[in-house]
């Protein structure tokens, strides 16, 4: 018992020893690391802790190191919301990461409003930063812009009349509602319109409406998780010849082991250059970036790199990058450095904010790719 | 009627994932009244095991097995460790002890496993089967063959084994059992061991086709449950009936009506079977002595 006591008061101290003391700038994260979105917050997870463990191993930023304050909200908005205020009054960090989801991201944005707190978001949607919050930025691509990039090159295959058939979970159901939105700009007609459940098994009964609809030339798929591997695989099942494309959502190496590569075979969609890591050109500016992250990332632990871990990597990038150019961590002089951000590149695409762009991407940063022998071709 | 073949054949296929599902809350419901809800976590467990059994090295076959055992295991510790000890609660906190078993299970194989999706190859290839202008995959055989066999082997169990006859003795009246010479606590035993290893087993057919991870486990008890009640509670036939009706609504709902309102067509046809045939279609007559 005697020793049981002094080992705890000796670690108590070493603790108390290591705490706050030493690191000066504090970031704070609140991300879905377990839950049902813990295939975004997982990876994201994974990513700022190697990357702020790299950093600091060399010298932290300007010689102050950093400390990363991370918090596992399981996807919950309220502990989202317990989680983000206790990182800006107890923690007293300087700028906070995070919102693996939407529903969370909504929770954290409150509280960085309203104690002007710079807020980097990793989820996907474009009333995150639509309106412009001053405090509030954003790192993925918005559904939208992966809708437009698909539509463009629909048009350019002169496809005109297209099917669509998007899995009700709160991803597909949002990217349906702006591709509807978008779609009449290209001159495309949605003329079928069918959806599933994210854990339906089969969904050959709305692809053959879709294939008896009068005048499709192309499939569109927005969903993540099982369901865009199943609708993949009842299309090949089918004998269904038709152009067909998934979302941004399944952009991983993954989803064309669960669809199979027989299956997925021809099938194009919206990535990020994370993908073909392997195949950028030797004068891309992305090249450097993404094939480091890749690498230390794999090393570290072992697993496939995801687009989703690379919203991390950028978020953190981009708060590195304008925490230095501060001079400091004073918040609000951090936010405006991060709204002055121009040029940064990182995994996702290359980032310039402006006082009305807080997302700072264009469709160039999309890569729209197709699937070939079980790998990933860029088309354009 | 190419369509409509099409319909039929996704709606038999679904219909059999609920079934296989549905079929394993039988056992448990027999022996003691008690929804099981942790059948779901058996269906992913067999799934699960058998997937990182398989990139372990380990044959299909082999994999297969040893993660139905592996389950039926878990089954009968899931008994000994958390039923028996409640004994004599009333049937509603058994059920609600099971719910608690199965956020367990859930969350252990987010640790021990982890939180990806898997798949596994298809038992006899992808290609599909070509009838009448429709197609089926290989797959949707062996799990609607999967779902005949283990209705037809419950079925003798319960009505031409003497075991069967004991598990049915003891749901109706335990201490009445006990009497007459029944070894109740065994009757549990295999209960727990029997469910866990017909829901592995559908875990094991279906992931081909549904793919599995952590987290599937609650779906498909909800869907296989709804299978249940249409069908009648602790009735094989019922079980299956229930579960390839659900499928086929569905499906037909998807192909004629809309696909929005798949889900909800085929809950308001289970309500509407409920109101008129409280049992379900094939349940026995509730008798409550007073």
Known sequence: ?380 | MDALMQFVFSGVTVGAVYALVALGFTIIYNASDVVNFAQGEFVMLGGMITVFAHLAGLPLPLAALGAILATAALGVALNRLAIEPARGAPVVSVIIITIGASILIRGAAQLIFDKQLHGLPAFSGDDPIRVMGATILPQSLWVIGGALAVFVGLWAFFTRTLTGKAVLATSNNRTAAQLVGINTGWVMTLAFGLSAAIGALAGVLVTPITLVSYDVGVGLALKGFAAAMLGGMGNPKGALAGGILLGLFEALTAGYVSSHYKEAVAFIVILGVLFAMPQGLFGRAGTERV
């Open chain 1, 1 to 380: 018992m005697k020793t049981l006591t002094t080992t705890a008061l000796a670690l108590i101290a070493a603790l108390g020893a290591a705490g706050p003391g030493l690191a000066e700038i504090r970031l704070g994260a609140s991300l879905s690391a377990t839950g049902p979105a813990s295939f975004l917050g997982d990876p994201e997870a994974k990513t700022l802790e190697m990357m702020v463990e790299a950093l600091n191993a060399a010298g932290g930023i300007d010689g102050e190191p950093v400390e990363l304050v991370l918090y596992d909200d399981g996807g919950d908005p309220n502990k989202a919301l317990t989680f983000a205020t206790r990182l800006v009054e107890d923690d007293e960090v300087v700028a906070i990461i995070g919102g693996s989801t939407t529903g969370t991201t909504m929770s954290i944005l409150s509280v960085a409003e309203d104690n002007e707190i710079p807020f980097v978001s990793l989820a996907g949607a474009v009333s995150i930063v639509d309106p412009v919050r001053p405090f509030v930025f954003k790192t993925p691509h918005t559904d939208r812009m992966a809708c437009e990039k698909i539509f463009t090159d629909m048009a350019a295959r002169g496809i005109e009349k297209i099917g669509m058939i998007s899995g009700t979970d709160g991803f597909g159901a949002s990217m349906q509602a702006q591709c509807k939105d978008v779609v009449g700009q290209f001159g495309i007609e949605i003329v079928a319109d069918e959806t599933y459940g994210p854990k339906d098994a089969d969904v050959t009964p709305q692809l053959t409406k879709i294939r008896g609809t009068g005048g499709v030339q192309a499939v569109l798929n927005p969903g993540f998780g099982q369901g865009p591997a199943i609708v993949t695989r009842n299309y090949h099942q089918l004998g269904i010849d038709l152009p067909f494309y998934q979302s941004h959502g399944v952009a991983s190496d993954a989803f064309i082991e669960l669809a199979g590569a027989d299956a997925a075979e021809g099938l194009r969609l919206p990535g990020t250059a994370l993908l073909i890591a392997g195949q950028l050109a030797e004068d891309d500016p992305q090249r450097a970036v993404v094939q480091a992250y890749k690498a230390e990332f794999e090393a570290a632990y072992g697993m496939d790199v995801s687009t989703f871990g690379g919203y991390a990597h950028d978020a953190f990038a981009l708060l590195v990058d304008a925490i230095s150019r501060a001079g400091g961590d004073d918040p609000v002089a951090i936010r405006d450095a991060l709204e002055a951000t121009s040029g940064l590149v990182g995994t996702t695409g290359t980032y310039s904010f402006s006082a009305d762009d807080h997302l700072g991407l264009d469709l160039s940063a999309f890569r729209l790719l197709e699937i070939r022998d079980g790998g990933w071709v860029p088309v354009d």
